[in-house]
């Protein structure tokens, strides 16, 4: 096969040279040295041909060595297809041999894996058709394809866990071992692997020794698992836990334990066998449990110097004993104190005025205070009894206390309901008596309830009498004649009456809407119009800070005065009143024009008075000048008659020079241009100067005067003119008011840093109408005594005293005289008339 190719070759390389070299003398030999067939290819003699091309030219030089070229590559590709020939007949029969090996291995493991009845189950990678080997009929599954559907043969719950299973091992490569149980009770393994990249899972049955050994697998690891959580859960709690042997040394000990015996570690206290327990205590315990399955007791335990009281729990077992010490200090502490503050809750409930009584689960009264028992006055032996709740109600039924029920029996079964519900209820119940008592069941959470009972008498009589107050109110501010609104903070309209409404002209029914002040003032605006005054009323309602009244009175476009107020109310709200005052405001305008006439004709009169007193005091000094010049005798002897006549004109003219002086003192005064010469005054020297003065009269009319100066030692500080004015002018009045025989009585007294000068007469007296006229100008009335004057002399007094800083008061009474007291500061201040 190898000799064929190469003489294919050579036999075209020779009609090559034949027909590119021209027949030479060498061409001969060298074809003829290309033309010879040896019998092998190895016999083929490369030298002795290029020998015989030595004489070649350059062409057939180039012919020759590309028919070389040619002839190498050639035997090249002959040797290496030879090779490869070789080299896959090699190879075929090396596969022959492994094929034939494999399946020989494959026929073992089907034998090894149908040896026994299981059923394995392979998945390739990337592949999720599986593969099914094995008699599935062992399982009891039927077909094979219902192998995969793990719920048709498996209980639910192993289904549930070998689907996960399986899941896991597909994707995460987790392998896993289970113990199923089929519907028909049969147990079979469950083992998925990953081998060669593919997932295996082989389920055999369980049966025999293999299925004993299984379950005593489960149970050894669930009871692993078991003491492992239980070890866990002993080492975490914070109480202390210990397990000793039968011969009381220590088996195990929690942290807590440790902690509790003063050891280092757990290790350390089972290695030193520590106790928790004093001696006694402990032989206790070990007695009890000798005797007894349990011991349970509170005992103290001392740790780290501090005396703790732990409730110990322990147990007897087969080898030994287990134990556990929870700490109950902080529990008895909060039990005292849960005790203590239900005795203080007690004492309060026991003060209040409110009937107060508590039920237990069981309805049976657990707590009352005295208000209950003084509100339906039951006995106190009763009561201590623990009653029932149907048994208190059925007593007070008996007596008549609680309201009378068409049913009392559903009635008392709806009021128990409070002890199955979750919210208090509130009712009230109308006593027989007249009371009407507001009840409140309040469920405990510990059972029970709790009624609360109060009088709601006086309440409800409160709210009656409040709704009645509100409907009066209403009324009254309905038929007030003056316009009221009340404003909320917020400034809206909260509040109105119908004068209110008419008052504005605005429409009650917009009214209603609670409008607020800026539209109200919107809406009055046609009849005032004033900018400031509003905004000064919005201010007043709507300020938060300056809460003060506003009183203003406006004057509306249609000629109407209004008085308006507002006041702040308590609540917040601010109330706004109008008053229509034109009536008033009209008759005031015409009194005050008609007495603005009044003290202009008075003014007018007091200035002709004071030019007529002027002007009448020249003439008359001249006559009382010319009278006392006829009386003198150097001016001649007079008759009898002309005496008489000239002593006429003296008295005349001095009188009526005394009271054009007193005109001329009050205007002085009036016009503020009379000033005091205050100086020490001598009291009894001053009485005798006025005395000196009403002398004639008191002779004449046998009026006898009364002086008592025994309290008055001390000078007074005045202008004495004036003192002896006003003396002489109240001694005068008393003396023309006296009757003929009368007494006058002048006293003056001192207390207090002040001067008192008191005349007191025995005439007819001032009617009450009359006393406040007394001191005005030109004021007599004689009120039938024989008093005649102008009118000015109390008027004098009053000024001249007022000037000194005092004051006059006047006593009297019709038939019994009339006292005149003139008070003077003993160092009056400096005044002037002006003030």
Same mark, same amino acid.
């Given at each position: 096969?190898?000799?064929?190719?190469?003489?294919?070759?050579?036999?075209?390389?020779?009609?090559?040279?034949?027909?590119?070299?021209?027949?030479?003398?060498?061409?001969?030999?060298?074809?003829?040295?290309?033309?010879?067939?040896?019998?092998?290819?190895?016999?083929?003699?490369?030298?002795?041909?290029?020998?015989?091309?030595?004489?070649?030219?350059?062409?057939?030089?180039?012919?020759?060595?590309?028919?070389?070229?040619?002839?190498?590559?050639?035997?090249?590709?002959?040797?290496?297809?030879?090779?490869?020939?070789?080299?896959?007949?090699?190879?075929?029969?090396?596969?022959?041999?492994?094929?034939?090996?494999?399946?020989?291995?494959?026929?073992?493991?089907?034998?090894?894996?149908?040896?026994?009845?299981?059923?394995?189950?392979?998945?390739?990678?990337?592949?999720?058709?599986?593969?099914?080997?094995?008699?599935?009929?062992?399982?009891?599954?039927?077909?094979?394809?219902?192998?995969?559907?793990?719920?048709?043969?498996?209980?639910?719950?192993?289904?549930?866990?070998?689907?996960?299973?399986?899941?896991?091992?597909?994707?995460?490569?987790?392998?896993?071992?289970?113990?199923?149980?089929?519907?028909?009770?049969?147990?079979?393994?469950?083992?998925?692997?990953?081998?060669?990249?593919?997932?295996?899972?082989?389920?055999?049955?369980?049966?025999?020794?293999?299925?004993?050994?299984?379950?005593?697998?489960?149970?050894?690891?669930?009871?692993?698992?078991?003491?492992?959580?239980?070890?866990?859960?002993?080492?975490?709690?914070?109480?202390?836990?210990?397990?000793?042997?039968?011969?009381?040394?220590?088996?195990?000990?929690?942290?807590?334990?440790?902690?509790?015996?003063?050891?280092?570690?757990? $290790? @350390? +206290?089972?290695? *030193?066998? &520590? %106790?928790? !327990?004093? #001696?006694?205590?402990?032989?206790?315990? =070990? /007695?009890?449990?000798?005797?007894?399955?349990?011991?349970?007791?509170?005992?103290?335990?001392?740790?780290?110097?501090?005396?703790?009281?732990?409730?110990?729990?322990?147990?007897?077992?087969?080898?030994?004993?287990?134990?556990?010490?929870?700490?109950?200090?902080?529990?008895?502490?909060?039990?005292?104190?849960?005790?203590?503050? $239900? @005795? +203080?809750?007690? *004492?309060? &409930? %026991?003060? !209040?005025? #409110?009937?107060?009584?508590?039920?237990? =689960? /069981?309805?049976?009264?657990?707590?009352?205070?005295?208000?209950?028992?003084?509100?339906?006055?039951?006995?106190?032996?009763?009561?201590?009894?623990?009653?029932?709740?149907?048994?208190?109600?059925?007593?007070?039924?008996?007596?008549?206390?609680?309201?009378?029920?068409?049913?009392?029996?559903?009635?008392?079964?709806?009021?128990?309901?409070?002890?199955?519900?979750?919210?208090?209820?509130?009712?009230?119940?109308?006593?027989?008596?007249?009371?009407?008592?507001?009840?409140?069941?309040?469920?405990?959470?510990?059972?029970?309830?709790?009624?609360?009972?109060?009088?709601?008498?006086?309440?409800?009589?409160?709210?009656?009498?409040?709704?009645?107050?509100?409907?009066?109110?209403?009324?009254?501010?309905?038929?007030?004649?003056?316009?009221?609104?009340?404003?909320?903070?917020?400034?809206?309209?909260?509040?109105?009456?119908?004068?209110?409404?008419?008052?504005?002209?605005?429409?009650?029914?917009?009214?209603?809407?609670?409008?607020?002040?800026?539209?109200?003032?919107?809406?009055?605006?046609?009849?005032?119009?004033?900018?400031?005054?509003?905004?000064?009323?919005?201010?007043?309602?709507?300020?938060?800070?300056?809460?003060?009244?506003?009183?203003?009175?406006?004057?509306?476009?249609?000629?109407?005065?209004?008085?308006?107020?507002?006041?702040?109310?308590?609540?917040?709200?601010?109330?706004?009143?109008?008053?229509?005052?034109?009536?008033?405001?009209?008759?005031?305008?015409?009194?005050?024009?008609?007495?603005?006439?009044?003290?202009?004709?008075?003014?007018?009169?007091?200035?002709?008075?004071?030019?007529?007193?002027?002007?009448?005091?020249?003439?008359?000094?001249?006559?009382?000048?010319?009278?006392?010049?006829?009386?003198?005798?150097?001016?001649?002897?007079?008759?009898?008659?002309?005496?008489?006549?000239?002593?006429?004109?003296?008295?005349?003219?001095?009188?009526?020079?005394?009271?054009?002086?007193?005109?001329?003192?009050?205007?002085?005064?009036?016009?503020?241009?009379?000033?005091?010469?205050?100086?020490?005054?001598?009291?009894?020297?001053?009485?005798?100067?006025?005395?000196?003065?009403?002398?004639?009269?008191?002779?004449?009319?046998?009026?006898?005067?009364?002086?008592?100066?025994?309290?008055?030692?001390?000078?007074?500080?005045?202008?004495?003119?004036?003192?002896?004015?006003?003396?002489?002018?109240?001694?005068?009045?008393?003396?023309?008011?006296?009757?003929?025989?009368?007494?006058?009585?002048?006293?003056?007294?001192?207390?207090?840093?002040?001067?008192?000068?008191?005349?007191?007469?025995?005439?007819?007296?001032?009617?009450?109408?009359?006393?406040?006229?007394?001191?005005?100008?030109?004021?007599?009335?004689?009120?039938?005594?024989?008093?005649?004057?102008?009118?000015?002399?109390?008027?004098?007094?009053?000024?001249?005293?007022?000037?000194?800083?005092?004051?006059?008061?006047?006593?009297?009474?019709?038939?019994?005289?009339?006292?005149?007291?003139?008070?003077?500061?003993?160092?009056?201040?400096?005044?002037?008339?002006?003030?």
């Amino acid at each position: 096969m190898g000799c064929k190719p190469m003489g294919g070759m050579i036999h075209a390389m020779r009609r090559t040279l034949s027909s590119c070299i021209r027949p030479r003398r060498y061409a001969p030999a060298l074809i003829l040295a290309l033309g010879a067939r040896p019998a092998n290819a190895q016999d083929f003699d490369l030298g002795r041909v290029l020998a015989s091309l030595g004489d070649l030219d350059r062409q057939e030089f180039v012919a020759i060595a590309l028919v070389l070229a040619i002839l190498g590559f050639s035997v090249v590709s002959a040797i290496l297809l030879m090779r490869t020939r070789t080299r896959a007949a090699e190879n075929e029969l090396r596969l022959r041999s492994e094929i034939q090996a494999l399946q020989a291995e494959n026929d073992r493991s089907n034998a090894l894996l149908l040896s026994e009845p299981q059923v394995v189950v392979s998945w390739r990678a990337g592949d999720d058709r599986p593969r099914i080997a094995g008699d599935t009929a062992l399982l009891a599954v039927g077909p094979a394809h219902r192998l995969l559907a793990f719920g048709t043969w498996l209980a639910p719950e192993p289904s549930v866990r070998l689907e996960r299973a399986v899941e896991a091992l597909r994707n995460d490569a987790e392998s896993f071992a289970l113990n199923l149980t089929t519907v028909s009770g049969r147990g079979v393994e469950a083992v998925g692997r990953v081998v060669g990249g593919q997932a295996i899972v082989r389920f055999r049955e369980l049966s025999g020794l293999r299925r004993d050994l299984a379950e005593m697998t489960l149970r050894y690891n669930a009871l692993l698992e078991e003491t492992e959580i239980l070890r866990g859960f002993a080492t975490a709690i914070p109480a202390p836990v210990w397990a000793r042997r039968a011969n009381g040394t220590l088996a195990f000990a929690n942290p807590a334990y440790a902690v509790a015996t003063e050891a280092t570690s757990s $290790a @350390d +206290a089972i290695s *030193r066998n &520590l %106790d928790l !327990l004093d #001696s006694p205590d402990r032989n206790e315990m =070990a /007695r009890v449990l000798s005797e007894q399955a349990a011991f349970a007791k509170r005992l103290p335990v001392v740790i780290r110097g501090e005396r703790k009281m732990f409730d110990v729990q322990a147990i007897a077992l087969r080898s030994g004993s287990a134990g556990i010490a929870i700490d109950a200090s902080e529990a008895a502490s909060l039990r005292a104190s849960l005790s203590r503050m $239900a @005795d +203080a809750h007690r *004492r309060t &409930l %026991d003060q !209040l005025s #409110s009937a107060v009584a508590v039920f237990d =689960a /069981r309805q049976r009264l657990t707590f009352y205070n005295d208000a209950y028992r003084r509100l339906w006055n039951l006995d106190i032996g009763f009561l201590d009894t623990s009653p029932s709740d149907s048994a208190i109600l059925d007593q007070l039924r008996a007596s008549r206390k609680i309201p009378e029920q068409q049913d009392f029996r559903q009635w008392k079964a709806r009021l128990h309901e409070a002890y199955r519900a979750t919210e208090a209820r509130t009712d009230e119940w109308h006593l027989p008596d007249g009371r009407t008592l507001r009840v409140i069941s309040t469920p405990n959470p510990e059972g029970g309830v709790t009624y609360l009972f109060d009088d709601a008498t006086e309440s409800l009589d409160l709210s009656r009498q409040f709704d009645a107050l509100i409907r009066v109110q209403r009324a009254t501010l309905d038929n007030l004649a003056e316009a009221v609104a009340v404003f909320a903070s917020n400034g809206c309209a909260r509040l109105f009456n119908p004068a209110f409404a008419r008052m504005w002209r605005l429409s009650p029914d917009a009214l209603a809407q609670q409008p607020h002040i800026k539209t109200v003032q919107e809406w009055c605006w046609p009849l005032f119009d004033d900018a400031r005054a509003w905004q000064e009323l919005r201010a007043a309602i709507t300020g938060i800070d300056n809460r003060n009244s506003v009183v203003m009175q406006i004057e509306r476009k249609d000629g109407s005065v209004l008085n308006c107020m507002t006041m702040p109310l308590p609540d917040g709200a601010t109330l706004l009143t109008f008053q229509d005052v034109t009536d008033t405001v009209n008759v005031e305008r015409a009194l005050r024009e008609r007495n603005e006439a009044l003290e202009a004709a008075d003014k007018m009169k007091v200035n002709f008075v004071h030019h007529v007193s002027y002007e009448l005091r020249s003439p008359l000094t001249t006559i009382i000048g010319f009278a006392h010049f006829l009386s003198d005798p150097s001016t001649g002897p007079l008759t009898l008659k002309q005496s008489e006549y000239l002593s006429y004109i003296t008295s005349s003219t001095n009188a009526l020079l005394a009271i054009i002086n007193n005109i001329l003192d009050l205007a002085t005064i009036d016009a503020g241009a009379m000033s005091l010469n205050l100086a020490p005054v001598d009291v009894r020297k001053a009485i005798e100067q006025a005395t000196a003065g009403v002398q004639d009269r008191l002779v004449t009319d046998n009026i006898r005067l009364e002086v008592k100066t025994a309290g008055a030692n001390t000078p007074l500080i005045a202008d004495e003119r004036r003192v002896v004015q006003v003396l002489y002018n109240l001694l005068a009045n008393a003396v023309g008011f006296s009757p003929r025989g009368g007494t006058v009585t002048l006293t003056a007294t001192q207390h207090g840093g002040r001067t008192f000068f008191a005349v007191t007469d025995h005439g007819p007296g001032i009617p009450p109408e009359n006393q406040s006229k007394v001191f005005d100008w030109f004021e007599a009335n004689a009120n039938g005594s024989r008093h005649r004057g102008a009118g000015l002399g109390l008027s004098l007094v009053r000024s001249f005293v007022e000037m000194h800083g005092g004051s006059v008061f006047i006593d009297s009474a019709v038939g019994r005289g009339t006292t005149v007291t003139c008070e003077f500061p003993t160092e009056p201040p400096v005044r002037s008339a002006a003030e």
